[in-house]
């Protein structure tokens, strides 16, 4: 059984920092790529950082790119967000999943920046 389990959100005024993490189990998490998405209030979910199977290769798309750092530690089964000078529009609920994704998703975890 799929189980992805995020963790490390919270309450962060802006310029602040957070370090997310997803326990990931049920599929060969070495073997497959990851990635963080996101979904604010009203939008679509998007995704914000991608790392290869073995962590050699990372992408980010514009709005990120430069704050966020994405790893993953294969011995864990874990993937991190690392997430540095944070803006209001950062608001969301984070998740992670497999690239492509898996249809089964975690709780995610809040992200909330106070302006």
């Known amino acids: 059984q799929v189980q992805l389990v995020e963790s490390g959100g919270g309450l962060v005024q802006a310029g602040g920092s957070l370090r997310l993490s997803c326990a990931a189990s049920g599929f060969t998490f070495s073997i497959r790529a990851m990635a963080w998405y996101r979904q604010a209030p009203g939008k679509q979910r998007e995704l914000v950082a991608y790392?290869?199977?073995?962590?050699?290769?990372?992408n980010y798309p514009d709005s990120v790119k430069g704050r966020f750092t994405i790893s993953r530690d294969n011995a864990k089964n874990t993937v991190y967000l690392q997430m540095n000078s944070l803006k209001a529009e950062d608001t969301a609920v984070y998740y992670c999943?497999?690239?492509?994704?898996?249809?089964?998703w975690g709780q995610g975890t809040q992200v909330t920046v106070s302006s």
């Open positions: 790392i290869s199977s073995t962590g050699l290769n990372t």
């Open positions: 999943n497999t690239v492509p994704s898996m249809t089964d």
